[in-house]
């Protein structure tokens, strides 16, 4: 279980997050969105350890991980899908995934990730991590190595953000997925009504603070009337 108790944060002088006060349980899949600027990827960044918050507390299974940096928090079961993954030249699809399980890794075993995230994994379980691979491509061996990381919580910053329209179709059938495994628990910034659907709650963030949070079923609906023609939910990194 995550805790998050009175997180405030400011930048440049400017109130971003005002005392957000949520719980993730085990093994739910949580989407947050918000309009532009109301702290989602802010929020984010404080519970992977990027960014420290100006007061408030972070509890983690039991444990006050509010003081950890990113390192100690992947330690500790946290994982962070930045927007843009990381391409790394040299390095194969098998070493990365291998990397990420902490163990030594068959080619058999290492495919079955880029199965799961519905890849053909002969086609890229040798490939280097470049600028060969397109966006898309990229997000989803990043799934793959956060699936074969086995951490206790995941969380995946707007990741439609930059790729083509099929290759979200892909990406939405990818947390389809992780949705149905429920092996750890999934945090999804994201304005994207395909991926609030699959959520079993969403918070509703706007002005730094939680405005609504609920079961999907009743969140939804009510979020999708009151946004009716509004752009406001439309890209935006804060």
């Known amino acids: 279980m995550l805790e ?10 400017k109130q971003i997050l005002n005392n957000v006060n949520l719980t993730i349980d085990d093994r739910k899949f949580i989407v947050i969105t918000g309009p532009n600027g109301s ?11 990027i960014v420290t918050p100006d007061s408030g507390q972070i509890i983690l299974d039991g444990q006050d991980i509010t003081n950890m940096n990113i390192t100690e928090r992947a330690q500790a079961g946290i994982s ?21 399980s902490g163990q030594e890794l068959s080619t058999a075993a290492a495919c079955q990730y880029l199965a799961e995230v519905g890849m053909c994994a002969k086609d890229y379980i040798d490939r280097e991590v470049n600028s060969s691979l397109s966006g898309g491509e990229l997000k989803r061996i990043e799934i793959a190595t956060v699936m074969a990381r086995k951490t ?38 994201s304005h994207q009504e395909r991926i609030m659907q699959l959520a079993d709650n969403i918070a509703v963030i706007a002005n730094g603070t939680v405005k ?15 946004l009716g023609e509004n752009c406001g939910f439309r890209g935006g990194n804060a």
Do not use: Y
């Open 4 to 13: 998050l108790k009175n997180i405030c944060f400011s930048a440049d002088g």
């Open 39 to 49: 702290g989602k990827s802010t929020l984010a960044k404080i519970i992977a350890g």
């Open 80 to 100: 962070f899908a930045f927007q843009q993954p990381v391409r790394f030249k040299g390095v194969t699809v098998k070493d990365l995934i291998t990397l990420a």
């Open 152 to 189: 206790k919580l995941t969380l995946f910053d707007e990741p439609e953000a930059g790729i083509d329209l099929w290759s979200f179709s892909m990406l939405v059938e990818t947390f389809k997925t992780m949705s149905r495994r429920r092996h750890n628990s999934v945090i999804i910034i």
């Open 212 to 226: 609504t949070i609920g079961a999907k079923d009743d969140v939804f609906p009510k979020l999708m009337s009151e």
